[in-house]
């Protein structure tokens, strides 16, 4: 057995080579890129993010269904575009990248990574403004074939930009994914609720994550078409979810900042927030679960990449669940901070947790002297009494996402029903509004659709008003056991009524000027 001290005699702290080979990666690669972990939202995000690092200022996500499959999914933007020479760099699995100082992407695998942990056919389709329609599809089977990638047909890429041409005009790419394995697995009859509780997750994701740019430029939509009828099933415009969006701070001379002195990144900008007890707004409540979304809100270039977590310092309590802190990671590159793959975690050194313990603001009040603040916050707004409102079943499809977001601040909702959707169908001329007591469905007569649109074709969350005050009179007629003769009175005559209103608002929408 050798002893130490021989092995340190002949120590070296560099290891000699005397030759170098290039060991490209075996086609078993493939099993590895797919299988990184990517939830469905993140992968999303991810694209999102290349999106943006195009320069595009509008986004839409478009889920594809026929009848009731969902088939694929796409991801559409107006950034710059891609050339056929772009496009091969982005599809070459492991292809290192020059990313821009204040680039979202980083590792240059994303792309590729994200979208095959979830399909097994990736198309990307792009124009420039000085470049003609140009595509490429990368399968998990071409992987496995030593890397191969597919030239997209010409003019298949031409009619691809001109089905979306509202949004890409001169420039702008569409990433595709085929095969989705989660769309393969959903049985019949179960679509229309799997892609609610998919945009559900998918909105709270990117309006959290996405927050900083969806409050300036980005406007980023999640579309249902049916390629069969060409109808547009449903839409909905992704709304910032801000975890730092309350209107008056838990605790007076909030927000504060502190300045922790951290080895190997130099000083570093903590903000520190304290909610006030018993929020409930979107960006407090509805982000997750408050023991998780306390602690380090990281972002790297106004992208979160963290939501939450004390990163070794403490352990979660119940008594910090109003504090929060912004940090945004140095541009530097440093051995302090590092970021997986998926941009949704950072992991840190020691030297975090010493500089926090160390952090202080201007007036030299330590940073311990915030974590007291926010527990005292948490305790006196424990203490307060507040009016108990009833629970509400909670509204779904057909709903503007504006609407679902504020009544889910202003009501508890029942557990273990399913939420009330509202569409417009064909009902007798004397009838304004039915109810499917066993669907949990609004109907309105579409007959007078175009008068609560100003003559104008309605999206799926149109007349918003109209909508939101029947789901007010009507939710409490759902989930019920035996329908009394009481309550099927008062639908009746709020239907009389309301039909009366629907005539008043035709004629005075007929009326001449």
Request: with cysteine.
């Amino acid at each position: 057995m050798t002893h130490p001290e021989s092995l340190t005699a002949s120590w070296q702290y560099d290891v000699p080579v005397t030759d170098s080979t290039h060991l490209p990666p075996d086609a078993g690669y493939a099993k590895a890129l797919t299988n990184q972990g990517y939830s469905f939202e993140v992968a999303v995000a991810d694209l999102v993010d290349n999106s943006i690092d195009a320069g595009a200022d509008s986004v839409v996500v478009h889920f594809l269904r026929d009848a009731d499959r969902i088939v694929s999914l796409l991801v559409l933007d107006n950034g710059q575009g891609m050339d056929d020479a772009g496009l091969d760099s982005a599809m070459t699995v492991g292809r290192r990248r020059d990313y821009g100082g204040r680039a979202l992407g980083m590792y240059g695998t994303g792309l590729k990574a994200a979208s095959l942990s979830h399909a097994r056919s990736l198309t990307v389709i792009s124009r420039t403004r000085r470049s003609r329609a140009a595509g490429r599809k990368l399968t998990a089977e071409g992987i496995e074939d030593g890397f191969r990638c597919d030239t997209v047909d010409p003019d298949f890429a031409q009619r691809q930009i001109d089905a979306y041409d509202g949004l890409i005009e001169w420039h702008g790419t569409i990433v595709r994914w085929d095969r989705v394995r989660a769309f393969e697995t959903v049985s019949s009859g179960q679509s229309e609720q799997f892609l609610s509780e998919a945009i559900s997750r998918l909105e709270t994701h990117l309006g959290l994550y996405l927050h900083r740019f969806l409050s300036s430029a980005l406007k980023l939509d999640i579309a249902v078409w049916d390629v069969e009828t060409g109808d547009e099933t449903d839409h909905i415009s992704v709304e910032p979810l801000d975890p730092f969006g309350y209107k008056v701070p838990g605790r007076a001379g909030y927000p504060r900042a502190f300045t922790a002195p951290v080895e190997g990144a130099g000083d570093v900008r903590l903000e520190a927030h304290i909610w006030p007890a018993k929020a409930k707004q979107a960006g407090f409540r509805q982000i997750g679960a408050l023991s998780e979304r306390q602690g380090f809100y990281f972002y790297r270039n106004d992208r979160l990449v963290q939501a939450g977590g004390w990163n070794n310092l403490r352990s979660p309590e119940g008594h910090l669940a109003l504090a929060r802190i912004a940090v945004d990671l140095p541009a530097d590159g440093n051995r302090v901070f590092s970021l997986d793959v998926k941009k949704e975690g950072v992991q840190v050194t020691p030297a975090f947790t010493r500089g926090i313990e160390k952090a202080a603001d201007a007036a030299g009040t330590p940073f311990r002297t915030y974590l007291a603040d926010a527990e005292a916050a948490y305790r006196e707004g424990a203490s307060r009494s507040a009016i108990e409102r009833l629970p509400a079943i909670a509204p779904g499809k057909g709903f503007d996402p504006k609407i679902k977001r504020t009544i889910a601040e202003e009501l508890p909702f029942k557990g273990g029903e399913d939420p009330i959707s509202i569409e417009w169908v064909a009902l007798p001329e004397d009838r304004f509004f039915d109810l499917d007591r066993d669907s949990h469905a609004i109907m309105l007569n579409r007959a007078f659709r175009d008068d609560f649109n100003d003559g104008r074709r309605g999206g799926s969350n149109d007349a918003p008003v109209t909508k939101a005050l029947l789901y007010l009179l009507l939710q409490d007629c759902f989930g019920l056991g035996r329908w009394e003769r009481k309550r099927a009175d008062r639908i009746e005559y709020w239907n009389n009524i309301l039909l009366a209103s629907a005539h008043a608002q035709r004629e005075r929408r007929l009326r001449p000027s």
